[in-house]
């Protein structure tokens, strides 16, 4: 079965602190690896899309990284903000054309001052 | 830059009651899909449409219908509210189904009482 499962559920850090959220997903065939970030009350935003070639790719403070052997990918934020704060998921797609993608349920982060 | 707009934000229908759901891109996207949001999970795929004329179900279609008769927009259609389908729906709109990001509206939140 087509599973995406993100770690931590919540996850609370001091303003400034890096972090890193998890991934591992049981899709296939793979295409690409997309990480979200949502705000409350808004709808998803992009961060990054990954396909099975790459292994790292950043957006500003963010930095995903993808392990296709191992089905994992995590999220790294370097010296949080406040801003940050946020749900952030990650998406699967599975290489079958059209509309599969599997969505993870989402770490919700609280940063604080 | 408008991008994907949703209305209404909030809506609160009896159970029997139908109504629609609005969903309008400015981007010239052929990919347009809806999802629901429900605490602890993903999103879930609706239905989706992969150009005007052309629509097809998702992961959850039962109790929803879609039409796509321009490249704008997208409404989804709730035949018969029932409590179930109180949730949080998200249109998106993309450039493609490959490795182009998803443009999310900013959500309708609707309870069925």
């Known amino acids: 079965k087509n599973q995406v499962e993100q770690s931590p559920q919540s996850l609370i850090i001091l303003e400034g602190k890096n972090c890193t959220l998890q991934?591992?997903?049981?899709?296939?065939?793979?295409?690409?690896l997309r990480w979200y970030k949502q705000d409350t009350g808004r709808g998803p935003v992009s961060l990054t899309i990954?396909?099975?070639?790459?292994n790292t790719k950043s957006n500003g403070r963010y930095t995903a990284t993808l392990d296709a052997d191992t089905k994992q990918s995590s999220l790294h934020i370097t010296a949080s903000q406040l801003s940050d704060s946020a749900s952030y998921i990650c998406?699967?797609?599975?290489?079958?054309?059209?509309?599969?993608?599997?969505f993870g349920a989402g770490t919700r982060l609280f940063v604080k001052a | 830059n408008a991008g994907v707009t949703q209305t209404p934000k909030f809506q609160v229908l009896k159970t029997g009651q139908s109504m629609t759901l609005q969903c309008a891109q400015d981007?010239?996207?052929?990919?347009m899909s809806w999802y629901r949001q429900d605490p602890g999970m993903g999103l879930r795929l609706i239905h989706y449409?992969?150009?005007?004329?052309?629509?097809d179900q998702g992961e959850v279609p039962n109790g929803y219908n879609v039409s796509r008769s321009t490249t704008e927009d997208f409404p989804l259609r709730l035949l018969s509210a029932a409590p179930s389908q109180t949730s949080v729906y998200f249109c998106?709109?993309?450039?493609?189904?490959?490795?182009?990001?998803?443009?999310f509206g900013n959500g309708t939140r609707l309870t069925v009482t």
């Open positions: 449409s992969v150009g005007a004329g052309i629509t």
């Open positions: 981007m010239n996207h052929e990919y």
């Open positions: 991934c591992n997903y049981t899709v296939s065939p793979f295409s690409n």
């Open positions: 998106a709109s993309s450039y493609s189904t490959d490795n182009s990001p998803l443009h």
């Open positions: 998406v699967v797609s599975v290489n079958t054309g059209g509309f599969k993608t599997i």
């Open positions: 990954m396909t099975f070639s790459e």
